[in-house]
């Protein structure tokens, strides 16, 4: 079956580091990708990873592991703008099917 | 007009009632999306359209039926409703075999069913 997990609520303090964690179990693997969501708004891409290792973009990065069905995001000197949700969605194989998680909301406090 | 525009951005609808949903993409993608967003459920995927024919339908009940005329036009017919149809459905467009395919995602419609 197909099952992503990633916590549902996380707080951090402006100017710290977090990081997300996703796992994963689906019937296929074709690539990794995160989304940003601010309420009211339309999912916005990321990052994406489908070989093994680290994906820097600014002050997000992403990891993945494909042997352990893991993946985290992680988000430098926050800011008060990265309070959003953070979406984890795997692409299975074969076709451009994606299964999301149920997201991580982010708290970003002064 | 740019990336995926999506209309109306708010509808409150009766049960009875027959509406639609439009999305257009300004991407020049070749593949279409529409998901369900509920609160704190994962994104629903509910049609897949590539190259203007339906590749996906997880088992979507029939009062949501899709369109699509071209590859820039996404259309979501709506009928006979229920109250727990009330979501966020979102549009999505990609580029098949462009890369990382990634799809982009347009600001959605809040549907209320009363």
């Known amino acids: 079956?197909?099952?992503?997990?990633?916590?549902?609520?996380?707080?951090?303090?402006?100017?710290?580091?977090?990081?997300?964690?996703?796992?994963?179990?689906?019937?296929?693997?074709?690539?990794?990708f995160w989304y940003q969501q601010h309420a009211g708004e339309a999912p916005t891409f990321l990052s994406y990873n489908v070989l093994d290792g680290l994906e820097e973009k600014g002050r997000f990065s992403s990891f993945l592991s494909r042997s352990k069905g893991y993946s985290y995001l992680l988000l430098k000197e926050l800011q008060m703008k990265d309070s959003a949700?953070?979406?984890?969605?795997?692409?299975?194989?074969?076709?451009?099917?994606l299964v999301f998680g149920t997201g991580t909301r982010l708290l970003v406090s002064p | 007009?740019?990336?995926?525009?999506?209309?109306?951005?708010?509808?409150?609808m009766g049960m009875?009632?027959?509406?639609?949903?439009?999305?257009e993409q300004h991407l020049g993608h070749n593949a279409m999306y529409w998901y369900k967003?509920?609160?704190?459920?994962?994104?629903?995927?509910?049609?897949?359209?590539?190259?203007?024919?339906?590749?996906?339908?997880?088992?979507?009940?029939?009062?949501?039926?899709?369109?699509?005329?071209?590859s820039s036009h996404l259309f979501l017919h709506l009928h006979t409703l229920q109250?727990?149809?009330?979501?966020?459905?979102?549009?999505?467009?990609?580029?098949?075999?462009?890369?990382?395919?990634?799809?982009y995602f347009g600001p959605g419609t809040r549907l209320t069913v009363l």
């Open chain 1, 1 to 32: 079956g197909q099952n992503i997990d990633q916590p549902t609520e996380m707080t951090a303090t402006e100017g710290a580091i977090v990081q997300i964690n996703c796992t994963y179990q689906t019937s296929g693997f074709n690539g990794l």
């Open chain 2, 83 to 103: 109250p727990e149809d009330s979501a966020l459905y979102l549009c999505a467009s990609s580029q098949e075999r462009g890369g990382t395919d990634t799809q």
């Open chain 2, 16 to 23: 009875t009632n027959k509406k639609s949903l439009k999305c």
């Open chain 1, 85 to 97: 949700s953070y979406l984890c969605a795997v692409r299975e194989a074969g076709f451009q099917k």
């Open chain 2, 37 to 70: 967003q509920s609160a704190k459920k994962p994104l629903e995927l509910m049609f897949v359209y590539s190259l203007e024919e339906r590749v996906e339908n997880n088992s979507v009940p029939s009062r949501f039926s899709p369109e699509c005329p071209n």
């Open chain 2, 1 to 12: 007009e740019t990336g995926v525009t999506q209309t109306p951005r708010h509808l409150v």
